[in-house]
């Protein structure tokens, strides 16, 4: 497990303020940091954190989606999509630092307008701009976001969307049993 590089960055100034203060934990502080950065438990450059992880997200409103995906690409923040991707989550597909798991789905369809059932063509011109080219080209071929029901909608497996080019999420550990 890798903790958020911002706690070495923590436990590196601590130790430099125990230093400086001459404190008797500046030794073992700093022996703490090394020894940690080095078993690479904590992480001093700017490697990329696995913060969010999607098992169950069947979609919302396109606007709260997007800004989520704004501010994820402009973080270091890692995306692990794991599960059920529906609807308006599928545009996380368009980060720049998403993975996807093999047996992760996502189910494809047309963008409503806010609170009808009637199609939002601009909506979902916008959807089709956000995911990456491999995708964009797939949903076009197959009039995947043509379609407005989870019933009718279009869905690809993470496998299938390794096979066009997304990044395979590590396989996460077991965790560790409790008795």
Same mark, same amino acid.
């Given at each position: ?75 270091? /923040? =890692? !995306?692990?999509?794991? *599960? ?11 980060? $720049? @630092? ?60 993470? /496998? =299938? !969307?390794?096979?066009? *080019? ?11 049993? $409790? @008795?």
């Amino acid at each position: 497990m890798r903790l958020v590089p911002i706690a070495c960055a923590v436990a590196l100034a601590t130790s430099l303020v125990y230093s400086l203060l001459d404190h008797p934990l500046r030794m073992p502080a700093l022996a703490a940091v090394f020894a940690l950065c080095a078993a690479g438990l904590v992480t001093l450059a700017g490697e990329r954190v696995q913060a969010f992880e999607i098992v169950e997200d069947y979609g919302g409103t396109l606007a709260a989606y997007r800004e989520e995906a704004r501010r994820l690409d402009a973080s270091r /923040e =890692e !995306l692990a999509i794991r *599960g059920v991707c529906a609807s308006a989550c599928t545009i996380f597909l368009g980060l $720049r @630092r998403v993975c996807v798991a093999p047996r992760a789905v996502f189910w494809f369809h047309a963008a409503r307008l806010p609170g009808a059932a009637a199609p939002d063509p601009l909506a979902t011109l916008e959807m089709l701009s956000l995911y990456p080219p491999a995708v964009r080209d797939w949903a076009i071929r197959t009039h995947a976001l043509e379609r407005l029901d989870f019933d009718e909608a279009a869905s690809l497996t993470g /496998e =299938e !969307l390794v096979r066009m *080019g997304a990044r395979r999420c590590r396989r996460r550990e077991a965790p560790a049993s $409790r @008795r």
